[in-house]
C-alpha cells in the first residue's frame, strides 16, 4: 500500500471566492505559515495512470476528518463516512480516483465543485470542500442518513401526492441549479436521496457527469434517462434536465421505468424514434398532462422549471386552497379545536417535521410523537400526518383516545367507524357493532398482548390497504383514573400492535412529554420510544407562515402587516402558541372585512392583543351568566381539571351531576361559546365532556384564580373522589369506606367547602359516617352493660369484668382504627469514596423515632410537609427485647411522617413518609425495616458554602445563544450551608428504596437498552424520580433540597470565594467561561460515555467550590425559589443532562428549565443541601 499524503482540505471560502483557487493549509492564516499548493500545483502533482486507491480506514485522519466506516463503493471510488473533528459535524469523504480522468476533466471537476458549494438550497446536497488524500481527490460532502429514490420505487409504485411533491423538490434543486448556469445531465432516481430529516436531496450537479465524459464520443449521462436531442449530437441544456426529470416522475407513477428497452444497445436508437409510455393509472388528468409535456421530443416545447413548479404547487395544495376555492368564505383558523384531516389545506408550518416523521414511519412500525400541552399535536397527527399517510396508497386511519376505559375505546373504534375521530373518508368501511360486541371485544384486546396486533391485521386484509392506528393524548390513561393494571396491559398491546417494517399496520402515538416517561415504563414501549418526534411549540418562521399562508390562500390580507409581529412576540415562548394564535385569528376572521379582504387592526387592538383575547373571551361569555349559573359555572369548570393541572374528560351526566339545575344550561352555554367541548364515550357512546384545549388550564385568569382559592379543598376532593371510584369497583362494602382522622377530616373539610362533589363522593363519605356511628352505639351499649354486670357480679367476676375492659379496650382501639407495627432501625455510616454504606451495631447509637401528621400540599405548601406530633395519648413505642434497634409501635392509621431522632452528633432527624401506617386489622402483622443514615452518612462528601452575596440568573457569561427560560440579574445574600458534592448515587438511595413498603415509592426500574444498560449502576446518579419523590429522599437523608439560588450559587460562586473576589461571579459554567463540553457529560461521546456516567467523573468541571456536575449528566431538582409566584405551580430544574445538545445552551447556568412537579425522566436526578449547625 503506498504512502497516504494528506494535503489540506480547500475551504468553503477558497471554493467559492474569486481569484485563483488554492488549497489552504490548516490555520495558515492565523500561523502566519506558508500557503498550500494551488489546483494548478495540485492537479499536476497527482498521478494520472495507476496510482492505487489508498484504503481508507477508522480512526484515520484525513485533514481535519476523521474516519469512521466506508458507506458506499462505486465505480469513480470510495465513499467514507467521516466526523469534522472541529465542528463534530458528520461529513461523507467522496474519495474520487484520478485514472480515469484527464487534467482538462479535472480542472472542470474542480471548476464544478466550486459552483455547487456556492449553492444553498435545502433540496441540493452541501459540498463542504475538496482535498487530496495520496493521488486521488476526495470531496467532503453533507452526511445523508437515508434511502435513494431508486430503492424506494423499488418496492412499489408512489402515490400521486407523494411522487409529486419529490418531483418538485428535484424541480426546486434544478432551478436552483440552472440560475447558477449549472446543468446536471445525470438526473435519475439514483442521484435523489431521502433523509430521514423527510428533506429531498439530489445529489452529483454536474461531476459525475464530467468525469465520466471521456472524450471518445460517449454521450455524457445515463443513458435511459437522456433526452432525445442528447442522441442526436445536440447540446445539454435545462429543457434536457427536464426530459429526465419527467421521466423520473412517471417512474415514481408508474413503478417502472416508461421506456420498455429491451437491451442497453437498443438506447440509441428507441431513445430517438420512440415515445415514452405512459400508461399511467390512477392519476388525475393534469398530472398526466404535466408529465407528457416533460417528456416532448422537442426541447422549445418543453415547460420551463417555473412552470414546472407553479404546476406542481397547485396539484399539491389541491382543489380549493387557492384564493378562488369554493370555500373562500369558510374559516382557515380552528380556534380552540385541533386541525382534522379537511383542514389539511389549511395547517401549515410543519412540512420539515412531517417529512421526518415519515421517513422515521416507514423503518419504525410504532412511533410516538410528544411535545408540551398546547404544540399542536393532535392538529400535526390528524391534519399533517394522516392526509400525506393517504397520499401513499390506499389507508383506513382510525383515530382514538382511551379516556378511561381506553379497550373500550380501541374496541369501539375498531368495530364502529362513528367512535373512531377519523374523519368519514379516511375510516374503514365496517357494519356497526352492538354494545355487546365492543365489551366482548374489549375484553379480548385486554386479555393478551397479541390481541390488537392480530385486530389490527384482520383489519388490513379485510380492508386490502394499509391500517394507522393513531391513539391520541396518550397521556389520558393517566389523568382519567386508568388502573394500574389497566394501563400497563394497554401500553404493552400498543408496543406489540405493529411489528414489521413498512408493514400493513402502523401505529401513532400522540402524548404529552410531561406524562411520556410514565406510560414508557414497560419494556416493549421503551422500545417504542427509543426514537420519538419531540413536536416543539412553531417556531417563529413556522408561526409567520401559520399567520400569513392560509390567508393568502383565501385571497385574504391583514390591512396591517405589523400585527403578525405583534402576535408573535405576544405568544414568544409559550407552549400553547399554536391554539392562541388559532384563538386570536378565528375572532378577528369573525371581525374581517370581507370587502377590502383583510383582517383588521382595530379588531385586535379591540380585543386586547392575544394576551388579552381569551381570557377577556372567556369572561365575556362568563358576564352574560346570572349569579346562580356563575357559581354553577365555577363548579362546572374545576371538575374539567385535574389536581395535575390537565384538563378532564368528564361524562356529561356525572359533570353536572349533585349540582343545581342551572348547570346543564351553563355547559350548553359554555359549548356553544367554544369554550368547551362534547365528543363521544367510544365506550359506551355517551357524551364526554372538556375544556377545549388544554392552554385554557394555564391561560384563563378567573379558572387559575378558582383553582388558587380553592386549591386545598380540590386536593381533597379529588382524594375522596378516587377512594369513591375504588369503593365503587370494589362493591361498595361498607369496609371499604375510610374511618378515623381520615374520615372525619373529610367530613369537616366537606361542610365548609363550597365545592360540590359528586353523589357517589357523598354516598361514600355517607356510608362511611353510618359505620361509624354505628361502631360507636355498640360501643356506648357495651359500656353501659358491662357497668350493670360489673354492679352485680362484684364479687367473684374480676376475671370476667378484665375481659370485659379487654374487649372494651378492643374496641376503642377499632374504633380509632389504632395499628401496631415493628420498626427494624438499622443505621449505616457513608463511605462517599468507595459509594457503600458501612453498618454499624443498631445498638449503638440512642436512635428514638417521633410520629407526626401530613400537612398537604396546598396554595402555601408546595409539598406535603411533617405536622404536629401525634398525640402521646395515641402512640405508645417500646423496644422489642432481645432485638437491638427494633421498636413495636402502636398509633393510628393513615399517612405519616416518622422522625428518626438520635442519629449522632447534631443533625436533625431522618424523615420517613409513610403513605399509610398499619390500621387495626393489620395489627402485629407487619414489621418494616428501614436503613437509618447516620449523622456522618448525612454530611458525608458534602461541601460547605459560605454566607454572603452571590450574582443570580441574568443572561451570564459568556451570552446564551437563546433569550428565553433567563430571569433578570439579581444580587442575593445567602446564608451559610453544605451541598453534596456530587448528585445521588443509586447505591445510597438504594437505603432509602429499601424502605418502599412504608414510603410506597419503589427502586427505579431501568431499560435494559442501550444507553442505559448502565444507568442502574450504583454509581450512577439516581434519576427518574418527580420533586415531590426527590425532597422526600433528601429528607430522608437528613437534607433538603437547594433552593434554586442556592443550587446556582454553588454553581457559579459567590462574589467572593474563600475571602478572595470571585473572577466570574456570572459565569455560566461551573469551571469559567469557556465553552468546554470535555468538562461535563453531555449529548455525545467524545466525553467517554453515551448514557449517564458515573457521579464525579467530570473532575475538570468543579465549581468554584469544588462541586462537581452540576452541568450534564442528570439535570437536578430544586426547590421553590423566593419568587415562586411567577412559576404558577411548576417547579425548575437545572444543569442540563447527559443528551443535553451543547450548541443549544440548555446547560447553561443562566437557564432555568420549568416543569411541573410530577415531571421525571432518566435525565433528571437529585442533589441536596442542608443547614449548617
Known amino acids: 500500500m503506498p504512502e497516504i499524503v494528506v494535503v489540506p482540505l480547500m475551504r468553503l471560502s477558497t471554493l467559492t471566492g474569486d481569484g485563483p483557487p488554492r488549497f489552504d493549509a490548516a490555520h495558515a492564516d492565523l500561523e502566519g505559515g506558508p500557503r498550500g499548493p494551488t489546483i494548478e500545483q495540485l492537479l499536476d502533482g497527482l498521478a494520472t495512470g495507476s496510482e492505487p486507491l489508498p484504503q481508507l480506514h477508522g480512526g484515520m485522519r484525513v485533514d481535519e476528518f476523521e474516519v469512521r466506516h466506508l458507506i458506499a463503493r462505486g465505480g469513480l471510488g470510495l465513499v467514507y463516512a467521516a466526523r469534522d473533528v472541529r465542528l463534530g459535524r458528520l461529513v461523507a469523504l467522496k474519495v474520487i480516483r484520478p485514472d480515469r480522468m484527464r487534467p482538462d476533466r479535472l480542472r472542470r471537476f474542480v471548476d464544478e465543485a466550486r459552483i455547487t458549494a456556492s449553492f444553498n438550497h435545502p433540496n441540493i446536497v452541501v459540498v463542504y470542500g475538496l482535498g487530496a488524500v495520496g493521488g486521488n481527490l476526495y470531496i467532503a460532502l453533507e452526511h445523508l442518513d437515508g434511502e435513494p429514490l431508486d430503492a424506494r420505487i423499488a418496492r412499489g409504485r408512489l402515490g400521486e401526492r407523494e411522487a409529486l411533491r419529490i418531483g418538485r423538490d428535484i424541480a426546486r434543486a434544478l432551478d436552483e441549479a440552472h440560475r447558477h448556469g449549472v446543468i446536471h445531465r445525470d438526473v435519475k432516481p439514483s442521484n435523489v436521496i431521502i433523509p430521514t430529516d423527510g428533506r429531498t436531496r439530489v445529489l452529483d450537479f454536474g461531476l459525475a457527469v464530467r468525469v465520466l465524459d471521456t472524450g471518445d464520443g460517449v454521450v455524457a449521462g445515463t443513458p435511459v434517462y437522456l433526452a432525445p436531442e442528447l442522441w442526436r449530437g445536440g447540446e445539454a441544456s435545462a429543457a434536457s434536465d427536464v426530459f429526465s426529470l419527467g421521466l423520473v416522475i412517471a417512474e415514481m407513477l408508474v413503478g417502472a421505468h416508461p421506456y420498455d428497452f429491451c437491451g442497453i444497445g437498443d438506447v440509441p436508437s428507441r431513445a430517438r424514434t420512440v415515445a415514452p409510455s405512459l400508461a399511467i393509472t390512477g392519476t388525475h388528468a393534469s398530472t398526466v398532462e404535466l408529465v407528457r409535456s416533460c417528456l416532448a421530443r422537442e426541447p422549445d416545447a418543453r415547460p420551463s422549471l417555473a412552470a414546472i413548479i407553479a404546476a406542481l404547487d397547485a396539484a399539491i395544495d389541491g382543489p380549493g386552497a387557492g384564493p378562488l376555492g369554493p370555500d373562500i368564505d369558510t374559516s382557515p383558523f380552528r380556534a380552540l379545536t385541533s386541525f382534522r384531516e379537511h383542514d389539511a389545506a389549511h395547517f401549515v408550518g410543519r412540512e420539515g417535521e412531517i417529512g421526518a416523521f415519515l421517513e422515521t414511519c416507514r423503518t419504525r412500525p410504532v412511533v410516538a410523537i410528544v411535545g408540551p400541552a398546547g404544540a399542536g399535536k393532535s392538529s400535526f397527527v390528524l391534519a399533517g400526518l394522516v392526509p400525506r399517510l393517504a397520499e401513499r396508497g390506499e389507508t383506513s386511519v382510525i383515530v382514538v383516545r382511551p379516556g378511561a376505559s381506553p379497550f373500550e375505546a380501541l374496541a369501539a373504534a375498531l368495530l364502529n367507524p362513528a367512535a373512531s375521530d377519523a374523519t368519514p373518508a379516511a375510516r374503514p368501511t365496517r357494519k356497526l357493532a352492538t354494545r355487546a360486541g365492543v365489551e366482548n371485544l374489549a ?269 386545598h379543598d380540590l386536593t381533597q376532593l379529588a382524594d375522596i373522589e378516587d377512594a369513591a371510584a375504588l369503593w365503587e369497583r370494589r362493591g361498595r362494602r361498607p369496609e371499604d369506606t375510610w374511618s378515623g382522622d381520615a374520615l372525619r377530616d373529610a367530613l369537616r373539610g366537606l361542610a365548609r367547602s363550597p365545592i360540590q362533589p359528586t353523589p357517589l363522593a357523598r354516598e361514600f363519605l355517607a356510608v362511611g359516617d353510618q359505620r361509624a356511628r354505628r361502631t360507636r352505639r355498640l360501643r356506648n351499649t357495651f359500656l ?369 428549565n420549568q416543569r411541573l412537579p410530577r415531571f421525571f425522566s432518566f435525565g433528571l436526578g437529585v442533589r441536596c443541601v442542608q443547614d449548617v449547625p
Open 784 to 1152: 353501659v352493660t358491662t357497668a350493670l354486670v360489673l354492679l352485680g357480679l362484684a364479687v367473684g367476676g374480676v376475671a370476667l369484668a378484665a375481659r370485659f375492659r379487654a374487649q372494651a379496650e378492643r374496641i376503642d382501639l377499632a374504633r380509632a382504627d389504632i395499628g401496631r407495627f415493628v420498626l427494624q432501625l438499622e443505621p449505616f455510616d457513608w463511605d462517599p469514596v468507595a459509594l457503600a454504606p458501612r453498618p454499624i451495631g443498631p445498638g449503638s447509637l440512642p436512635l428514638r423515632v417521633r410520629v407526626h401528621t401530613v400537612i398537604r400540599r396546598g396554595p402555601t405548601t408546595p409539598e406535603d410537609v411533617p405536622g404536629r406530633e401525634v398525640d402521646p395519648s395515641l402512640i405508645t413505642i417500646e423496644a422489642v427485647d432481645g432485638t437491638p434497634g427494633a421498636l413495636r409501635i402502636a398509633t393510628r392509621a393513615g399517612p405519616a411522617f416518622l422522625a428518626i431522632e438520635g442519629r449522632g452528633g447534631d443533625c436533625g432527624p431522618s424523615w420517613i413518609q409513610a403513605t399509610s401506617l398499619p390500621g387495626y386489622a393489620d395489627r402485629d402483622t407487619r414489621v418494616f425495616t428501614v436503613p437509618v443514615p447516620t449523622c456522618q452518612a448525612s454530611r458525608a462528601g458534602a461541601i460547605r458554602v459560605d454566607a454572603g452575596p452571590a450574582i443570580l440568573a441574568g443572561p451570564g457569561e459568556p451570552a446564551p445563544r437563546l433569550a428565553t427560560m433567563v430571569q433578570p440579574e439579581r444580587t442575593d445574600v445567602l446564608g451559610a450551608y453544605l451541598i453534596d458534592r456530587t448528585e445521588v448515587p443509586n447505591a445510597l438511595a438504594a437505603r432509602w428504596f429499601a424502605a418502599s413498603a412504608l414510603t410506597g415509592v419503589t427502586p427505579t426500574e431501568y431499560p435494559a437498552f442501550a444507553p442505559f444498560e448502565q444507568a442502574g449502576d450504583g454509581d450512577r446518579p439516581v434519576s427518574n424520580l418527580d420533586a415531590h419523590q426527590a425532597s422526600a429522599l433528601c429528607r430522608y437523608l437528613g437534607r433538603r433540597l437547594p433552593t434554586t439560588e442556592e443550587w446556582e450559587k454553588a454553581a457559579r460562586g459567590g462574589v467572593t470565594v474563600d475571602g478572595a473576589p470571585n473572577p466570574h461571579p456570572s459565569r455560566n459554567f461551573p469551571w469559567g467561561t469557556e465553552r468546554d463540553s470535555a468538562r461535563a457529560n453531555l449529548r455525545g461521546e467524545a466525553d467517554g460515555f453515551r448514557g449517564v456516567a458515573p457521579v464525579g467523573a467530570f473532575p475538570g468541571g468543579a465549581s468554584p467550590y469544588g462541586v462537581l456536575d452540576l452541568v450534564g449528566n442528570v439535570e437536578e431538582w430544586t426547590s421553590t425559589p423566593k419568587d415562586a409566584a411567577r412559576l404558577a405551580g411548576l417547579r425548575v430544574i437545572r444543569g442540563g443532562d447527559w443528551d443535553s445538545d451543547p450548541g443549544e445552551d440548555y446547560h447553561l447556568l443562566a437557564y432555568e
Open 443 to 711: 375484553t379480548r384486546l385486554s386479555g393478551a398482548v397479541w390481541e390488537l396486533n392480530l385486530a389490527l391485521h384482520d383489519l388490513a386484509m379485510e380492508t386490502g390497504g394499509r391500517v394507522v392506528l393513531v391513539v391520541d393524548q396518550l397521556e389520558e390513561v393517566l389523568t382519567q383514573g386508568v388502573p394500574k393494571e389497566v394501563i400497563a396491559a394497554f401500553v404493552e398491546s400498543l408496543a406489540a400492535a405493529a411489528v414489521e417494517r413498512d408493514g400493513p399496520v402502523l401505529v401513532i402515538l400522540a402524548a404529552r412529554d410531561d406524562f411520556i416517561g410514565r406510560v414508557g415504563m414497560s419494556a416493549g414501549m421503551s422500545r417504542v420510544l427509543e426514537h420519538v418526534l419531540v413536536l416543539s411549540p412553531p417556531r417563529p418562521d413556522q408561526l409567520r407562515a401559520i399567520l400569513t399562508v392560509p390567508l393568502a390562500r383565501k385571497g385574504y390580507a391583514w390591512d396591517d402587516p405589523t400585527v403578525v409581529d405583534d402576535m408573535m412576540a405576544a405568544v414568544q415562548g409559550s407552549s400553547a402558541a399554536l391554539p392562541l394564535v388559532q384563538f386570536v385569528c378565528q375572532a378577528l376572521w369573525e371581525r374581517r372585512d370581507p370587502t377590502r379582504r383583510v383582517l383588521l387592526r382595530s379588531a385586535y387592538d379591540a380585543l386586547g392583543g392575544v394576551g388579552g383575547a381569551l381570557s377577556n373571551y372567556a369572561d365575556e361569555v362568563l358576564g352574560g351568566l346570572g349569579a346562580a349559573q356563575l357559581e354553577a359555572c365555577k363548579q362546572v369548570c374545576l371538575r374539567l381539571v385535574s389536581t395535575d393541572d390537565t384538563r378532564l374528560s368528564v361524562p356529561e351526566a356525572r359533570l353536572t351531576s349533585g349540582l343545581p339545575p342551572e348547570a346543564d344550561a351553563v355547559v350548553r352555554s359554555l359549548v356553544a361559546a367554544r369554550l368547551l367541548t362534547v365528543r363521544r364515550d367510544p365506550g359506551d357512546g355517551g357524551a364526554l365532556v372538556e375544556l377545549s384545549h388544554d392552554s385554557l388550564v394555564d391561560t384563563w385568569g378567573t379558572l387559575r384564580r378558582w383553582r388558587r382559592e380553592h386549591d
